[in-house]
């Protein structure tokens, strides 16, 4: 299959519902203050984030927003991105940085290209994510860093039973494991369609294992805004850096 945009090939994936939604998505990220990027990317980019280097990598870059906040401090961007419809977005967004249509579980760079992988909201999305934890290690120069956003697991295996600030929160199903995600959101006239997975806390841990990357941060960032106060009971994003444990 062709990308409309570039004639670039297309990766296939399952994840093929992200150019059916793209307008939707492209809508719901890039008005200001909307979703919770908003509230949680001061976290990411001061806790989580090292200082640019060489050359910085986004994995699952969407229409590019967080490329381009790497971008605005100083790092020396490409991200890759399997739908056409995104990329297309990014790249008329942002003329500096460098766009490629890829899927993470099949990068096309060679080893140790990038001093930084940032993975912000994607390792949920792809359809393999031990592989795609796997292709950021092998793009990652010795002393690289894998600067990573995800679902907080706890956040996705259940939800809170009532608006309130001090509603309960209830797991349902199960918290261990693979499991399968998808949500339906309407707001203030925006719609989107969310489906991918949901990992326990084992599975990242064992995928970082797998490619011999350790965790030297971990955070869960309550929201820097109060729209949603039981938030700061049950984090939401779970946001950690990995790097080689022998370099
Ligand atoms: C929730 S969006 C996040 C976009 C962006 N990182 C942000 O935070 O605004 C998830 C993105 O992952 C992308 N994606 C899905 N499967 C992928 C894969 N196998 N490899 C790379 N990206 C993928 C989707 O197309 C989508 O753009």
Redesign the pocket.
């Known amino acids: 299959m062709t990308g409309e945009a570039s004639g670039e090939e297309r990766h296939p994936?399952s994840?093929d519902g992200?150019e059916d939604r793209a307008q939707n998505w492209i809508r719901w990220?890039r008005t200001p203050n909307f979703d919770a990027?908003w509230l949680y990317r001061d976290a990411f980019f001061a806790e989580v984030v090292p200082a640019p280097g060489r050359a910085t990598l986004e994995?699952?870059?969407?229409e590019g927003?967080?490329a381009r906040d790497l971008a605005a401090r100083g790092h020396l961007v490409t991200a890759?991105?399997?739908?056409p419809s995104?990329l297309q977005a990014a790249r008329a967004a942002d003329p500096v940085s460098k766009y490629v249509m890829a899927?993470?579980?099949q990068l096309p760079f060679p080893d140790g290209s990038f001093d930084l992988v940032v993975a912000?909201?994607?390792l949920m999305?792809?359809?393999d994510m031990p592989l795609?934890v796997a292709e950021t290690a092998r793009v990652l120069a010795p002393k690289g860093r894998l600067a990573v956003c995800v679902t907080h697991p706890l956040s996705d295996a259940g939800d809170f039973v009532g608006l309130e600030e001090d509603a309960p929160f209830q797991i349902a199903g199960s918290y261990l494991g693979r499991r399968r995600f998808s949500g339906h959101f309407e707001r203030a006239g925006l719609a989107m369609d969310f489906d991918g997975w949901a990992f326990d806390l084992d599975s990242y841990s064992r995928a970082l294992e797998a490619c011999g990357l350790g965790i030297e941060r971990m955070r869960e960032p309550a929201p820097s805004g109060d729209r949603l106060p039981r938030r700061n009971r049950i984090p939401n994003f779970l946001m950690f850096r990995a790097c080689r444990l022998s370099a």
Do not use: I, K, Q
Request: glycine fraction near 8%; aromatic fraction near 12%.
């Open positions: 994936t994840m992200w990220a990027y994995v699952g870059c969407g927003r967080v890759v991105e399997p739908s995104l899927c993470a579980e912000y909201n994607s999305d792809v359809d795609a």
